[in-house]
T-cell receptor
C-alpha cells in the first residue's frame, strides 16, 4: 500500500493568486494518485487522478497536478484561485489496488481571502 | 444516475450504545467502502464490501462491522460506542473489485456526523 504525506496543514492565499498544495508519496509498486476536495459539511469530490501516461494531469475547477517520480511528489496547482476554492484538499493513493480503498493524507486547508 | 446517499446526516449517541449507518451506492456500482474522518484528520479506511462480502479491512476493532445487501447498499454498525468514535463517517462506491486502473474513481456520499456523548 502507498502512503501519502501532505506537507502543509494550512495554506492562506489571496484571491487571484497562484497556489500549490504539496503531496509526497512512497511506494514500491505502481503508482496511482488522486486529489480530492472537501467543502464544509460535504463529502469528498474527486479533483483529478494520475494513473499512467502524461505526468501533467488536468482536473476540474482549473486545477492541475504534476506527477514527479524522481521527487516522489504529486503537487496540486492552480494559477489563479477564487474565494470558492476555500476547502480542505486531500491527496490519496490506493490501499489494496481498488478505486474505493484509499489511503489519505492529513489534508491541507486552503483559505482564500480578498 | 443517482449519487451516493447516506443516512442519517447527523446522529447523537451515548457511550456504550450501538449505531447503524446506511449507504446507498451509486447506480451501477457494486463495491462500497467505509471511512472514518475524525475532526481535522484525513479519512481512515474502515473496510470494503464487494458483492456482499468483506474485501479488506483497516485497523479498526471488531466492534466495527458491516453488511452489504444484494442491491449493493451497505450498513456500518458500531457496537459499544466510545467517545473517540465521534467522527464523520463516509461511504464511497466504485465499480467492481478490479484492480487499478479499471474502476478508477470512487464516489463519496455526504457523510454521517456521529457524536458520542
Amino acid at each position: 500500500a502507498q502512503s501519502v504525506t501532505q506537507l502543509d496543514s494550512q495554506v492562506p492565499v489571496f484571491e487571484e493568486a497562484p497556489v500549490e498544495l504539496r503531496c509526497n508519496y512512497s511506494s514500491s509498486v505502481s503508482v496511482y494518485l488522486f486529489w480530492y476536495v472537501q467543502y464544509p459539511n460535504q463529502g469528498l469530490q474527486l479533483l483529478l487522478k494520475y494513473l499512467s501516461g502524461s505526468t501533467l494531469v488536468k482536473g476540474i475547477n482549473g486545477f492541475e497536478a504534476e506527477f514527479n517520480k524522481s521527487q516522489t511528489s504529486f503537487h496540486l496547482r492552480k494559477p489563479s484561485v477564487h474565494i470558492s476554492d476555500t476547502a480542505e484538499y486531500f491527496c490519496a493513493g490506493p490501499n489494496g489496488g481498488t478505486a474505493s480503498k484509499l489511503t489519505f493524507g492529513t489534508g491541507t486547508r486552503l483559505q482564500v481571502t480578498l | 444516475e443517482t449519487g451516493v446517499t447516506q443516512s442519517p446526516t447527523h446522529l447523537i449517541k451515548t457511550r456504550g450504545q450501538q449505531v447503524t449507518l446506511r449507504c446507498s451506492s451509486q447506480s451501477g456500482h457494486n463495491t462500497v467502502s467505509w471511512y472514518q474522518q475524525a475532526l481535522g484528520q484525513g479519512p481512515q479506511f474502515i473496510f470494503q464490501y464487494y458483492r456482499e462480502e468483506e474485501n479488506g479491512r483497516g485497523n479498526f476493532p471488531p466492534r466495527f462491522s458491516g453488511l452489504q445487501f444484494p442491491n449493493y447498499s451497505s450498513e456500518l454498525n458500531v457496537n459499544a460506542l466510545e467517545l473517540d468514535d465521534s467522527a464523520l463517517y463516509l461511504c464511497a462506491s466504485s465499480s467492481d473489485r478490479a484492480s487499478m486502473p479499471r474502476g478508477t474513481e470512487a464516489f463519496f456520499g455526504q457523510g454521517t456526523r456521529l457524536t458520542v456523548v
